[in-house]
């Protein structure tokens, strides 16, 4: 690697995140970020070998002779967010690199050490639903086992508060969570728009299991959370007498995902947040000549599915209407599962006729044909 670039890249703290994996001996990966220690930049290492995370933090310089002498001649693959670009780094058994340079794809996270602070559920003092589901103590200390979710909660509420502009506060808000299981970020929701920002908030969750929806129902009442309820049905056969809102199904397997979109666009949800799990409806169906070298292989054919289906999916939103976006959900070091789909009913006729072009071409290249498709046209399952 060019070593003046990393120079560039750390004088001019440019480095958002950087993630080292395939190693050429063991079972190690490395990720490093900036962090803020008395208003000093700092690169916090974390490596992780066996699951066990070792932490340190080094100096730019340090962490420049870091990458260059020790992880890329112990590393096959390496990846440097900037807020530049990223680049994508492979290295042969010689240590040479060969890099590609790719648009960038984050953006710079708040580099407090302590990012609690910044948390839109702060940690500190307790709050009862999370001391009820478990995951804080009652002195308001997150529980260490628990940290993925209270930070995967937390990261689901900022994305939720980008979009209330969109809500008015005057008329009550119908939230529906389609596969909700343990409601761990139903409750979250709940008490975010109804506590924190004022709503007034008429909330279902709906889930398959019927034990895991009562226990939810009975947390519910002890907590006070007077108009949240959980209803044990099929996401497919729910049939509300009021309109949806706010639409949130996280996680929901396969293509529950998909009855969940086409039931908030079918009953005009101005805003959408999914976050699809599982994929496995395109993995038989994709066909393509000239993408042979890549479907051949098991891997790179479920992954290409998995991402295709949601390409598809983000497609059909902005074709009904919906400005759609894909984010980040959560780190991927947390969950595989971390594709977040937003989108927000405003779409103009010429941004739905464009979506319908993009769709149909990526639709015939893959030779696909998605249930969401056929469920928006109302040729399966129509609401009654
Ligand atoms: C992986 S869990 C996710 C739970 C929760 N949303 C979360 O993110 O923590 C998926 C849940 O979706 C529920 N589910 C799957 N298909 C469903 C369907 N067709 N109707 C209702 N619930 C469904 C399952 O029972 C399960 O509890």
Request: charge should be neutral; proline fraction near 4%; include cysteine.
């Given at each position: 690697?060019?070593?003046?670039?990393?120079?560039?890249?750390?004088?001019?703290?440019?480095?958002?995140?950087?993630?080292?994996?395939?190693?050429?001996?063991?079972?190690?990966?490395?990720?490093?970020?900036?962090?803020?220690?008395?208003?000093?930049?700092?690169?916090?290492?974390?490596?992780?070998?066996?699951?066990?995370a070792?932490?340190?933090?080094?100096?730019?310089?340090e962490?420049?002779?870091?990458?260059?002498?020790?992880l890329?001649?112990?590393?096959?693959q390496?990846?440097?967010?900037?807020?530049?670009?990223?680049?994508?780094?492979?290295?042969?058994k010689?240590?040479?690199?060969?890099?590609?340079?790719?648009?960038a794809?984050?953006t710079?996270?708040?580099?407090?050490?302590n990012?609690?602070?910044?948390?839109?559920?702060?940690?500190?003092?307790?709050?009862?639903?999370?001391?009820?589901?478990?995951?804080?103590?009652?002195?308001?200390?997150?529980?260490?086992?628990?940290?993925?979710k209270?930070?995967q909660?937390?990261?689901?509420?900022?994305?939720?508060?980008?979009?209330?502009?969109?809500?008015d506060?005057?008329?009550?808000?119908?939230?529906?969570?389609?596969?909700?299981?343990?409601?761990?970020?139903?409750?979250?929701?709940?008490?975010?728009?109804?506590?924190?920002?004022?709503?007034?908030?008429?909330?279902?969750?709906?889930?398959l299991?019927?034990?895991?929806?009562?226990?939810c129902?009975?947390?519910?009442?002890?907590?006070?959370?007077?108009?949240l309820h959980?209803?044990?049905?099929?996401?497919q056969?729910?049939?509300?007498?009021?309109?949806?809102?706010?639409?949130?199904?996280l996680?929901?397997?396969d293509?529950?995902?998909?009855?969940?979109?086409?039931?908030?666009?079918?009953?005009?949800?101005?805003?959408?947040?999914?976050?699809?799990?599982?994929?496995?409806?395109?993995?038989?169906?994709?066909?393509s000549?000239?993408?042979?070298?890549?479907l051949?292989?098991?891997?790179?054919?479920?992954?290409?599915?998995?991402?295709?289906t949601?390409?598809?999916?983000?497609?059909?939103?902005?074709?009904?209407?919906?400005?759609?976006?894909?984010?980040?959900?959560?780190?991927?070091?947390?969950?595989?599962k971390?594709?977040?789909?937003?989108?927000?009913?405003?779409?103009?006729?010429?941004?739905?006729?464009?979506?319908?072009?993009?769709y149909?071409?990526?639709?015939?290249?893959?030779?696909?044909?998605?249930?969401?498709?056929?469920?928006?046209?109302?040729?399966?399952?129509?609401?009654?």
């Amino acid at each position: 690697m060019n070593p003046k670039l990393l120079t560039k890249i750390f004088e001019e703290q440019l480095l958002i995140q950087a993630a080292f994996s395939s190693p050429r001996q063991g079972n190690e990966k490395v990720s490093i970020r900036p962090i803020s220690i008395k208003e000093k930049i700092l690169y916090q290492v974390t490596r992780v070998v066996d699951h066990k995370a070792l932490h340190s933090n080094l100096t730019a310089e340090e962490c420049q002779k870091f990458i260059l002498e020790e992880l890329i001649p112990h590393f096959k693959q390496g990846f440097l967010y900037t807020t530049d670009a990223d680049y994508h780094l492979l290295m042969n058994k010689k240590g040479e690199v060969n890099m590609l340079t790719k648009p960038a794809s984050k953006t710079p996270q708040d580099l407090s050490h302590n990012r609690s602070k910044n948390h839109l559920l702060p940690e500190g003092a307790p709050l009862p639903f999370l001391v009820e589901l478990g995951i804080m103590n009652a002195q308001g200390k997150v529980l260490p086992e628990k940290g993925d979710k209270f930070r995967q909660i937390n990261r689901f509420l900022e994305m939720v508060a980008d979009t209330l502009v969109h809500f008015d506060k005057a008329t009550p808000l119908h939230v529906v969570d389609f596969g909700c299981g343990k409601a761990y970020l139903t409750f979250a929701l709940y008490h975010f728009l109804r506590d924190t920002k004022g709503f007034s908030v008429e909330m279902t969750g709906l889930d398959l299991k019927k034990d895991v929806v009562q226990s939810c129902q009975a947390i519910a009442e002890k907590l006070g959370f007077t108009t949240l309820h959980f209803l044990h049905q099929n996401i497919q056969d729910f049939n509300p007498k009021t309109p949806i809102d706010l639409m949130v199904s996280l996680h929901a397997c396969d293509t529950a995902t998909d009855f969940a979109l086409s039931q908030a666009v079918r009953r005009a949800s101005r805003v959408i947040l999914a976050a699809p799990c599982c994929q496995h409806e395109l993995y038989s169906q994709i066909t393509s000549h000239s993408l042979g070298g890549l479907l051949q292989y098991g891997i790179l054919k479920e992954r290409f599915a998995s991402l295709a289906t949601d390409a598809a999916r983000a497609e059909l939103l902005e074709m009904h209407g919906y400005t759609t976006q894909l984010l980040e959900f959560i780190d991927s070091t947390h969950t595989p599962k971390n594709i977040l789909i937003r989108a927000v009913a405003e779409n103009s006729a010429e941004k739905k006729a464009e979506a319908k072009g993009r769709y149909l071409l990526l639709k015939n290249a893959l030779g696909i044909s998605p249930i969401l498709e056929k469920l928006l046209a109302g040729e399966k399952q129509p609401l009654n």
